[in-house]
Protein backbone atom coordinates (compact mmCIF):
# COMPACT_ATOMS: atom_id res chain seq x y z
CA UNK A 1 0.00 0.00 0.00
CA UNK A 2 1.39 3.06 -1.13
CA UNK A 3 0.27 5.49 1.64
CA UNK A 4 -2.56 5.01 4.75
CA UNK A 5 -6.07 5.61 4.09
CA UNK A 6 -5.83 8.54 6.81
CA UNK A 7 -3.00 10.09 4.86
CA UNK A 8 -5.00 10.25 1.52
CA UNK A 9 -8.44 11.23 3.23
CA UNK A 10 -6.66 14.01 4.91
CA UNK A 11 -4.66 14.96 1.28
CA UNK A 12 -8.33 14.65 -0.16
CA UNK A 13 -9.61 17.27 1.97
CA UNK A 14 -6.93 19.40 1.82
CA UNK A 15 -7.42 19.48 -1.60
CA UNK A 16 -11.04 20.35 -1.36
CA UNK A 17 -10.43 23.36 0.97
CA UNK A 18 -7.83 24.73 -1.92
CA UNK A 19 -10.00 24.44 -4.56
CA UNK A 20 -12.93 26.33 -2.77
CA UNK A 21 -10.51 29.14 -2.36
CA UNK A 22 -9.26 28.96 -6.57
CA UNK A 23 -12.67 28.69 -7.36
CA UNK A 24 -14.28 31.70 -4.98
CA UNK A 25 -10.96 33.59 -6.75
CA UNK A 26 -11.69 32.89 -9.91
CA UNK A 27 -15.90 34.02 -9.77
CA UNK A 28 -14.46 37.38 -7.64
CA UNK A 29 -11.81 37.83 -10.84
CA UNK A 30 -14.17 37.06 -13.26
CA UNK A 31 -16.57 40.08 -11.89
CA UNK A 32 -13.57 42.53 -11.81
CA UNK A 33 -12.57 41.77 -15.25
CA UNK A 34 -15.83 42.57 -16.21
CA UNK A 35 -15.45 46.28 -14.16
CA UNK A 36 -12.03 46.68 -15.19
CA UNK A 37 -12.85 46.03 -18.68
CA UNK A 38 -15.94 48.87 -18.75
CA UNK A 39 -13.44 51.20 -17.01
CA UNK A 40 -10.59 50.62 -20.01
CA UNK A 41 -13.60 51.47 -22.52
CA UNK A 42 -14.89 54.31 -20.72
CA UNK A 43 -11.63 55.87 -20.57
CA UNK A 44 -11.06 55.40 -24.12
CA UNK A 45 -13.01 58.30 -25.80
CA UNK A 46 -11.35 61.28 -23.69
CA UNK A 47 -7.63 59.79 -25.27
CA UNK A 48 -9.51 59.96 -28.89
CA UNK A 49 -10.26 62.67 -28.22
CA UNK A 50 -7.69 64.24 -27.41
CA UNK A 51 -5.77 62.42 -29.94
CA UNK A 52 -8.12 64.01 -32.58
CA UNK A 53 -7.48 67.42 -31.15
CA UNK A 54 -3.64 66.89 -31.16
CA UNK A 55 -3.76 65.57 -34.71
CA UNK A 56 -6.12 68.77 -35.77
CA UNK A 57 -3.56 71.24 -34.50
CA UNK A 58 -0.46 69.45 -35.49
CA UNK A 59 -1.90 69.72 -39.46
CA UNK A 60 -3.86 72.64 -38.72
CA UNK A 61 -1.16 74.88 -37.78
CA UNK A 62 2.65 74.36 -40.05
CA UNK A 63 5.63 74.65 -37.97
CA UNK A 64 4.46 74.07 -34.53
CA UNK A 65 7.37 73.65 -31.97
CA UNK A 66 7.05 71.31 -29.30
CA UNK A 67 9.62 69.68 -27.21
CA UNK A 68 7.63 66.88 -27.01
CA UNK A 69 7.17 66.22 -30.34
CA UNK A 70 10.95 66.33 -31.38
CA UNK A 71 13.68 63.25 -31.04
CA UNK A 72 16.89 64.27 -29.31
CA UNK A 73 19.57 62.23 -28.78
CA UNK A 74 19.22 59.33 -26.36
CA UNK A 75 21.36 59.54 -23.30
CA UNK A 76 19.23 58.42 -20.30
CA UNK A 77 15.84 57.02 -21.26
CA UNK A 78 13.08 56.40 -18.69
CA UNK A 79 10.69 53.37 -17.99
CA UNK A 80 7.83 52.95 -16.54
CA UNK A 81 6.79 49.20 -15.85
CA UNK A 82 2.90 48.49 -14.88
CA UNK A 83 3.14 45.73 -13.00
CA UNK A 84 0.42 44.12 -10.24
CA UNK A 85 0.66 44.49 -6.64
CA UNK A 86 -0.70 40.65 -5.81
CA UNK A 87 0.49 37.51 -7.27
CA UNK A 88 -1.20 34.37 -8.05
CA UNK A 89 -1.86 35.80 -11.39
CA UNK A 90 -0.20 33.05 -13.34
CA UNK A 91 2.41 34.74 -15.23
CA UNK A 92 1.15 37.62 -15.73
CA UNK A 93 4.55 39.63 -13.92
CA UNK A 94 7.33 37.16 -14.92
CA UNK A 95 6.48 37.43 -18.55
CA UNK A 96 6.15 41.28 -18.48
CA UNK A 97 9.47 41.49 -16.37
CA UNK A 98 11.27 39.22 -18.06
CA UNK A 99 10.48 41.01 -21.86
CA UNK A 100 11.48 44.32 -19.63
CA UNK A 101 14.56 42.53 -18.47
CA UNK A 102 15.62 41.07 -22.21
CA UNK A 103 14.67 44.94 -23.67
CA UNK A 104 17.01 46.69 -21.34
CA UNK A 105 19.89 43.82 -21.06
CA UNK A 106 21.98 46.00 -23.15
CA UNK A 107 21.21 49.44 -21.60
CA UNK A 108 23.59 50.65 -18.76
CA UNK A 109 21.95 50.99 -15.26
CA UNK A 110 22.88 54.47 -15.37
CA UNK A 111 21.44 55.29 -18.90
CA UNK A 112 17.61 53.96 -17.62
CA UNK A 113 15.01 55.07 -14.59
CA UNK A 114 12.47 53.68 -13.66
CA UNK A 115 9.17 54.70 -12.41
CA UNK A 116 7.24 51.28 -10.57
CA UNK A 117 3.72 51.40 -10.76
CA UNK A 118 3.02 48.22 -8.58
CA UNK A 119 4.34 45.81 -5.78
CA UNK A 120 5.81 43.05 -7.60
CA UNK A 121 7.42 44.95 -10.27
CA UNK A 122 9.10 47.21 -7.67
CA UNK A 123 10.53 44.02 -5.48
CA UNK A 124 11.85 42.89 -8.49
CA UNK A 125 13.87 45.34 -9.88
CA UNK A 126 14.98 46.98 -6.67
CA UNK A 127 16.27 43.52 -5.83
CA UNK A 128 17.94 43.19 -9.45
CA UNK A 129 19.59 46.57 -8.67
CA UNK A 130 17.54 48.46 -11.07
CA UNK A 131 17.21 52.42 -10.76
CA UNK A 132 13.75 52.54 -9.54
CA UNK A 133 13.09 56.24 -8.63
CA UNK A 134 9.54 56.35 -8.19
CA UNK A 135 7.05 53.87 -7.17
CA UNK A 136 3.06 53.49 -6.65
CA UNK A 137 2.08 50.26 -4.91
CA UNK A 138 -1.51 50.03 -3.30
CA UNK A 139 -3.78 50.89 -6.02
CA UNK A 140 -7.07 49.92 -5.74
CA UNK A 141 -8.38 47.46 -8.84
CA UNK A 142 -10.15 50.21 -10.35
CA UNK A 143 -8.48 53.20 -10.09
CA UNK A 144 -8.72 56.62 -10.54
CA UNK A 145 -7.56 59.10 -13.18
CA UNK A 146 -6.77 61.26 -9.74
CA UNK A 147 -4.93 58.50 -8.17
CA UNK A 148 -2.33 58.66 -10.74
CA UNK A 149 -2.03 62.47 -12.09
CA UNK A 150 0.76 62.95 -9.64
CA UNK A 151 3.01 59.93 -10.38
CA UNK A 152 1.87 60.84 -14.48
CA UNK A 153 2.85 64.38 -13.87
CA UNK A 154 6.18 63.60 -12.29
CA UNK A 155 6.71 61.32 -15.04
CA UNK A 156 5.85 63.57 -18.03
CA UNK A 157 7.99 66.45 -15.76
CA UNK A 158 11.28 64.04 -16.28
CA UNK A 159 10.99 64.06 -20.08
CA UNK A 160 10.20 67.62 -20.09
CA UNK A 161 13.33 68.45 -17.50
CA UNK A 162 15.19 67.20 -19.82
CA UNK A 163 16.26 64.27 -17.01
CA UNK A 164 15.58 61.40 -19.71
CA UNK A 165 15.28 61.88 -23.74
CA UNK A 166 12.87 59.24 -24.04
CA UNK A 167 9.90 57.69 -22.00
CA UNK A 168 9.01 53.92 -22.56
CA UNK A 169 5.77 52.24 -21.05
CA UNK A 170 5.81 49.02 -20.44
CA UNK A 171 2.63 47.24 -19.34
CA UNK A 172 0.73 43.97 -20.16
CA UNK A 173 -1.00 44.64 -23.33
CA UNK A 174 -5.04 43.33 -23.01
CA UNK A 175 -6.25 41.38 -25.83
CA UNK A 176 -8.90 39.77 -24.91
CA UNK A 177 -9.63 38.20 -21.77
CA UNK A 178 -7.24 35.26 -22.27
CA UNK A 179 -4.38 36.81 -24.03
CA UNK A 180 -2.38 39.13 -22.52
CA UNK A 181 1.09 40.75 -24.23
CA UNK A 182 3.84 42.00 -23.02
CA UNK A 183 4.01 45.48 -24.66
CA UNK A 184 6.75 47.91 -24.62
CA UNK A 185 6.15 51.17 -26.10
CA UNK A 186 7.60 54.39 -26.40
CA UNK A 187 5.25 56.86 -24.99
CA UNK A 188 7.51 60.44 -25.80
CA UNK A 189 9.24 62.02 -27.54
CA UNK A 190 5.46 61.33 -29.25
CA UNK A 191 5.66 59.57 -32.31
CA UNK A 192 3.84 60.54 -35.37
CA UNK A 193 3.97 56.91 -37.21
CA UNK A 194 2.06 54.27 -35.33
CA UNK A 195 4.02 51.46 -37.22
CA UNK A 196 6.63 52.81 -34.09
CA UNK A 197 4.78 50.77 -32.02
CA UNK A 198 3.82 53.87 -30.16
CA UNK A 199 0.31 53.32 -27.42
CA UNK A 200 -0.97 56.01 -30.11
CA UNK A 201 0.48 58.33 -32.53
CA UNK A 202 0.14 61.79 -32.61
CA UNK A 203 -0.85 62.35 -36.10
CA UNK A 204 -2.31 59.48 -37.53
CA UNK A 205 -3.78 60.36 -41.00
CA UNK A 206 -7.22 59.03 -40.07
CA UNK A 207 -8.97 62.56 -40.84
CA UNK A 208 -8.77 64.31 -43.90
CA UNK A 209 -6.60 67.69 -43.65
CA UNK A 210 -9.27 70.05 -41.05
CA UNK A 211 -10.45 73.54 -41.34
CA UNK A 212 -7.77 75.93 -39.97
CA UNK A 213 -8.90 76.28 -36.01
CA UNK A 214 -8.24 79.68 -33.69
CA UNK A 215 -6.85 79.13 -30.48
CA UNK A 216 -6.70 81.13 -27.36
CA UNK A 217 -4.66 81.74 -26.52
CA UNK A 218 -2.20 80.37 -29.33
CA UNK A 219 -1.24 77.46 -30.55
CA UNK A 220 1.52 77.00 -29.21
CA UNK A 221 -0.35 77.96 -25.61
CA UNK A 222 -2.67 75.20 -26.32
CA UNK A 223 -0.07 72.55 -26.82
CA UNK A 224 1.65 73.41 -24.38
CA UNK A 225 -0.79 72.56 -21.53
CA UNK A 226 -2.23 69.66 -24.11
CA UNK A 227 0.58 67.57 -24.79
CA UNK A 228 1.80 67.00 -21.04
CA UNK A 229 -2.05 66.25 -20.24
CA UNK A 230 -2.17 63.57 -23.15
CA UNK A 231 0.70 61.73 -22.02
CA UNK A 232 -0.53 61.65 -18.90
CA UNK A 233 -3.79 60.34 -20.17
CA UNK A 234 -1.61 57.55 -22.27
CA UNK A 235 -0.02 56.31 -18.98
CA UNK A 236 -3.43 56.45 -17.43
CA UNK A 237 -4.85 53.56 -20.27
CA UNK A 238 -2.18 52.12 -20.07
CA UNK A 239 -2.42 51.26 -16.75
CA UNK A 240 -6.16 50.76 -16.77
CA UNK A 241 -5.31 48.39 -19.62
CA UNK A 242 -3.16 46.66 -17.13
CA UNK A 243 -5.50 46.19 -14.67
CA UNK A 244 -8.11 44.32 -16.64
CA UNK A 245 -4.90 42.19 -18.13
CA UNK A 246 -3.89 41.69 -13.90
CA UNK A 247 -7.86 40.07 -13.06
CA UNK A 248 -7.96 38.35 -16.78
CA UNK A 249 -4.91 36.57 -15.79
CA UNK A 250 -5.90 35.99 -12.09
CA UNK A 251 -9.26 34.00 -13.32
CA UNK A 252 -7.38 31.92 -15.96
CA UNK A 253 -4.58 31.38 -13.64
CA UNK A 254 -7.40 30.07 -10.96
CA UNK A 255 -9.43 28.84 -13.37
CA UNK A 256 -6.36 25.96 -13.87
CA UNK A 257 -5.87 25.51 -10.45
CA UNK A 258 -9.27 25.08 -9.50
CA UNK A 259 -9.44 22.16 -12.66
CA UNK A 260 -5.76 20.72 -11.52
CA UNK A 261 -7.11 20.44 -8.15
CA UNK A 262 -10.48 18.62 -9.46
CA UNK A 263 -8.34 16.18 -11.26
CA UNK A 264 -5.62 15.81 -8.06
CA UNK A 265 -9.18 15.14 -6.58
CA UNK A 266 -10.21 12.27 -8.49
CA UNK A 267 -6.70 10.37 -8.03
CA UNK A 268 -6.68 10.40 -5.04
CA UNK A 269 -10.24 8.89 -4.45
CA UNK A 270 -9.17 6.21 -7.13
CA UNK A 271 -6.16 5.49 -4.64
CA UNK A 272 -8.10 5.94 -1.61
CA UNK A 273 -10.66 3.54 -3.10
CA UNK A 274 -8.04 0.92 -3.94
CA UNK A 275 -6.57 0.98 -0.75
CA UNK A 276 -9.72 0.49 1.12
CA UNK A 277 -10.20 -2.71 -1.01
CA UNK A 278 -7.26 -3.79 -0.43
CA UNK A 279 -7.30 -3.58 3.11
CA UNK A 280 -10.53 -5.50 3.62
CA UNK A 281 -9.70 -8.44 0.93
CA UNK A 282 -6.40 -8.37 3.24
CA UNK A 283 -8.57 -8.51 6.10
CA UNK A 284 -11.01 -11.56 4.96
CA UNK A 285 -8.37 -13.38 3.90
CA UNK A 286 -6.62 -13.23 7.23
CA UNK A 287 -9.67 -14.12 8.93
CA UNK A 288 -10.23 -17.15 6.54
CA UNK A 289 -6.50 -18.37 6.98
CA UNK A 290 -7.19 -17.83 10.85
CA UNK A 291 -10.16 -20.40 10.19
CA UNK A 292 -8.62 -22.76 8.46
CA UNK A 293 -5.96 -23.07 10.55
CA UNK A 294 -7.84 -24.00 13.54
CA UNK A 295 -9.91 -26.30 11.26
CA UNK A 296 -6.63 -27.84 10.30
CA UNK B 1 -31.69 78.67 -33.27
CA UNK B 2 -29.77 75.25 -35.17
CA UNK B 3 -28.38 72.52 -32.18
CA UNK B 4 -24.94 70.97 -32.40
CA UNK B 5 -23.99 68.14 -30.69
CA UNK B 6 -21.74 67.99 -27.54
CA UNK B 7 -19.61 65.73 -25.81
CA UNK B 8 -18.27 66.18 -22.11
CA UNK B 9 -15.88 63.43 -21.51
CA UNK B 10 -13.14 63.25 -18.44
CA UNK B 11 -10.57 60.57 -18.25
CA UNK B 12 -12.87 57.99 -16.24
CA UNK B 13 -16.03 58.09 -18.73
CA UNK B 14 -18.18 60.28 -20.91
CA UNK B 15 -19.67 62.47 -18.63
CA UNK B 16 -22.32 63.71 -21.24
CA UNK B 17 -23.48 64.08 -25.59
CA UNK B 18 -26.98 65.33 -26.04
CA UNK B 19 -28.17 67.74 -29.02
CA UNK B 20 -27.57 71.50 -27.24
CA UNK B 21 -28.44 74.69 -28.93
CA UNK B 22 -25.95 76.81 -26.69
CA UNK B 23 -22.99 76.57 -24.71
CA UNK B 24 -21.53 79.05 -22.66
CA UNK B 25 -18.37 78.16 -21.09
CA UNK B 26 -15.29 80.07 -19.61
CA UNK B 27 -11.68 79.92 -20.85
CA UNK B 28 -8.47 81.14 -20.00
CA UNK B 29 -9.34 84.35 -21.85
CA UNK B 30 -13.13 84.98 -20.70
CA UNK B 31 -16.53 84.34 -21.09
CA UNK B 32 -17.25 82.08 -24.53
CA UNK B 33 -20.94 81.73 -26.11
CA UNK B 34 -20.92 79.07 -28.45
CA UNK B 35 -23.87 78.64 -31.16
CA UNK B 36 -24.30 76.08 -33.93
CA UNK B 37 -22.00 77.09 -36.67
CA UNK B 38 -19.03 78.58 -34.74
CA UNK B 39 -15.78 79.09 -36.49
CA UNK B 40 -13.97 76.02 -35.78
CA UNK B 41 -11.96 76.75 -32.17
CA UNK B 42 -9.87 75.30 -29.29
CA UNK B 43 -9.22 76.61 -25.90
CA UNK B 44 -8.13 75.97 -22.98
CA UNK B 45 -10.86 76.05 -19.76
CA UNK B 46 -11.00 77.41 -16.36
CA UNK B 47 -12.76 76.01 -13.82
CA UNK B 48 -16.26 77.08 -13.62
CA UNK B 49 -19.63 76.41 -14.09
CA UNK B 50 -20.64 75.36 -18.19
CA UNK B 51 -24.20 76.15 -19.19
CA UNK B 52 -26.04 74.41 -21.57
CA UNK B 53 -29.16 75.40 -23.49
CA UNK B 54 -31.40 72.39 -25.08
CA UNK B 55 -33.25 72.82 -27.65
CA UNK B 56 -36.49 73.02 -25.65
CA UNK B 57 -35.38 75.93 -23.93
CA UNK B 58 -34.42 74.09 -20.82
CA UNK B 59 -31.07 75.10 -19.19
CA UNK B 60 -28.51 72.71 -17.23
CA UNK B 61 -25.33 73.29 -15.73
CA UNK B 62 -22.11 71.34 -15.46
CA UNK B 63 -19.45 71.41 -13.00
CA UNK B 64 -16.16 71.34 -15.11
CA UNK B 65 -12.69 71.39 -13.36
CA UNK B 66 -10.81 72.52 -16.47
CA UNK B 67 -9.71 71.54 -19.30
CA UNK B 68 -10.05 72.07 -22.93
CA UNK B 69 -12.82 72.45 -25.69
CA UNK B 70 -12.97 71.85 -28.84
CA UNK B 71 -15.45 73.38 -31.71
CA UNK B 72 -15.16 71.72 -35.36
CA UNK B 73 -17.35 71.57 -37.81
CA UNK B 74 -19.63 68.66 -36.59
CA UNK B 75 -19.80 69.19 -33.03
CA UNK B 76 -18.44 70.85 -29.93
CA UNK B 77 -15.82 68.47 -27.27
CA UNK B 78 -15.33 69.38 -24.25
CA UNK B 79 -12.32 67.57 -22.92
CA UNK B 80 -12.24 67.99 -19.03
CA UNK B 81 -9.92 66.86 -16.27
CA UNK B 82 -13.55 66.20 -14.10
CA UNK B 83 -16.98 67.26 -14.73
CA UNK B 84 -20.15 66.66 -12.99
CA UNK B 85 -23.90 67.01 -13.97
CA UNK B 86 -25.57 68.78 -10.76
CA UNK B 87 -26.93 65.57 -9.45
CA UNK B 88 -23.52 63.75 -9.52
CA UNK B 89 -21.74 66.14 -7.01
CA UNK B 90 -21.62 64.77 -3.89
CA UNK B 91 -22.50 68.09 -1.74
CA UNK B 92 -20.97 66.69 1.37
CA UNK B 93 -18.04 66.21 0.18
CA UNK B 94 -17.45 69.37 -2.02
CA UNK B 95 -18.03 71.40 1.33
CA UNK B 96 -15.68 69.09 2.78
CA UNK B 97 -13.20 70.34 0.20
CA UNK B 98 -13.83 73.87 0.51
CA UNK B 99 -12.91 74.18 4.20
CA UNK B 100 -10.17 72.04 4.22
CA UNK B 101 -9.10 74.24 1.26
CA UNK B 102 -9.74 77.16 3.51
CA UNK B 103 -7.35 76.01 5.84
CA UNK B 104 -4.39 75.32 3.95
CA UNK B 105 -4.72 78.61 2.13
CA UNK B 106 -4.02 80.19 5.67
CA UNK B 107 -0.65 78.25 5.93
CA UNK B 108 0.47 77.21 2.87
CA UNK B 109 3.05 79.01 0.55
CA UNK B 110 3.48 79.39 -2.93
CA UNK B 111 3.18 76.08 -5.36
CA UNK B 112 1.16 74.78 -2.44
CA UNK B 113 -1.11 77.80 -2.17
CA UNK B 114 -1.72 78.11 -5.73
CA UNK B 115 -2.88 74.55 -4.98
CA UNK B 116 -5.35 75.09 -2.28
CA UNK B 117 -6.16 78.15 -4.06
CA UNK B 118 -7.66 75.55 -7.64
CA UNK B 119 -9.10 73.56 -5.02
CA UNK B 120 -11.06 75.80 -3.66
CA UNK B 121 -12.20 77.01 -6.67
CA UNK B 122 -13.27 73.57 -7.97
CA UNK B 123 -15.38 72.80 -4.38
CA UNK B 124 -16.86 76.06 -5.08
CA UNK B 125 -17.94 75.55 -8.18
CA UNK B 126 -19.74 72.17 -7.28
CA UNK B 127 -21.12 73.60 -4.65
CA UNK B 128 -22.71 76.30 -7.04
CA UNK B 129 -24.07 73.56 -9.72
CA UNK B 130 -24.94 71.45 -7.06
CA UNK B 131 -27.19 73.55 -5.86
CA UNK B 132 -29.35 73.82 -9.20
CA UNK B 133 -30.63 70.08 -8.03
CA UNK B 134 -33.32 71.52 -5.58
CA UNK B 135 -34.28 73.95 -8.13
CA UNK B 136 -34.66 71.28 -10.81
Redesign the interface.
Known amino acids: MAKGLRELRARIRSIKNTQQITKAMELVSASKLRRAQERAESAKPYAEKMREMITNIARGTTDVQHPMLEERPIQKTGYIVITSDRGLAGGYNANLLRAFAQTVKDVPREAMTIVAIGRKGRDYLIKRGYPVQAEITGLSDFPQYTDIQAIAEQTVALFTDGVVDALVLVYNEFKSPLVQRPKIARLLPLVSDEAEGGPAGAADARRPAGSLYEYEPSPEGVLSTLLPRYAETLIYSALLEAKAGEHASRMAAMGAATDAAGEMIEQYTLELNRARQAAITQEISEIVAGANALNA | MDAFRL ?1 I ?6 VFADDVVFLAVR ?3 GDLGIAAHH ?6 LDIAPARITFPDGRVKRVAVSGG ?1 L ?1 V ?2 DGV ?1 I ?1 AD ?1 AELPEEIDLDRALRAKERAERDLEKARDLEFKKAELALRRALVRLDVGEDRRSS
Open positions: EVTPDRKGVEVPFVTRFERGTLA
